[in-house]
T-cell receptor, first 113, second 116 residues
Framework: DAKTTQPTSMDCAEGRAANLPCNHS???????VYWYRQIHSQGPQYIIH???NNETNEMASLIITEDRKSSTLILPHATLRDTAVYYC??????????????FGGGTRLMVKP | GAVVSQHPSRVICKSGTSVKIECRSL??????MFWYRQFPKQSLMLMAT?????????EQGVEKDKFLINHASLTLSTLTVTSAHPEDSSFYIC????????????FGPGTRLTVL
């Protein structure tokens, strides 16, 4: 699976948009970009994933650059409960992908009042 | 939907005892479940992949005789830490991938094991 690079930590003001970047310059054509987050002492929570098109769900938006070498997770209106470690993971997707997830260091997002 | 539970959420045991942790997918079937371990201030590390009805696949460096995995049904996988020692104290997290469903994994809330 392609390696990802994320900033170690970020701060965001409550109510503002949180934009979390992820670099994955060695991504392959069949690899998806997944985002998970882990609130302290809890299991990771799936947020969103995509291949090449931008994706949006009730939690966040995922913007993938045209060359797919980087992406940004956007939390449109961050709340204090969004404080967590956010993991960007790149791996092969598709029907037979009961594949493991390889977690890197992630970005520790601190949402401040 | 897509809820995964773990039991117990927290366990304290004496060195040398065995501890069983259960992972259940509550509203979906999961052919494949995964077990992770997370030490303080570190990221999750995959221990093993558990497949229903077959033997688990362990990651390099994980002792299969120490960490026994049983995936007897499509909704339950168990991890037994045998002869636990203080260095086994960690946060153990399972995940499950829905059978024939979306290509993602849903995680349990984790089990914090403390071995005295």
């Amino acid at each position: 699976d392609a390696k990802t690079t994320q900033p170690t930590s970020m701060d965001c003001a409550e109510g503002r948009a949180a934009n979390l970047p992820c670099n994955h310059s060695t991504i392959s054509g069949n690899e998806y970009v997944y985002w998970y987050r882990q609130i302290h002492s809890q299991g990771p929570q799936y947020i969103i994933h995509g291949l090449k098109n931008n994706e949006t769900n009730e939690m966040a938006s995922l913007i993938i650059t045209e060359d797919r070498k980087s992406s940004t997770l956007i939390l449109p209106h961050a709340t204090l409960r969004d404080t967590a470690v956010y993991y960007c993971i790149v791996r092969v997707g598709g029907g037979n992908a009961g594949n493991m997830l390889t977690f890197g260091g992630g970005t520790r997002l601190m949402v401040k009042p | 939907g897509a809820v995964v539970s773990q039991h117990p959420s927290r366990v304290i045991c004496k060195s040398g005892t065995s501890v069983k942790i259960e992972c259940r997918s509550l509203d979906f079937q999961a052919t494949t479940m995964f077990w992770y371990r997370q030490f303080p201030k570190q990221s999750l590390m995959l221990m093993a992949t558990s497949n229903e009805g077959s033997k688990a696949t362990y990651e390099q460096g994980v002792e299969k005789d120490k960490f026994l995995i049983n995936h007897a049904s499509l909704t339950l996988s168990t991890l037994t830490v045998t002869s636990a020692h203080p260095e086994d104290s960690s946060f153990y997290i399972c995940s499950a991938r829905p059978s024939g469903g979306p290509d993602t994994q849903y995680f349990g809330p984790g089990t914090r094991l403390t071995v005295l």
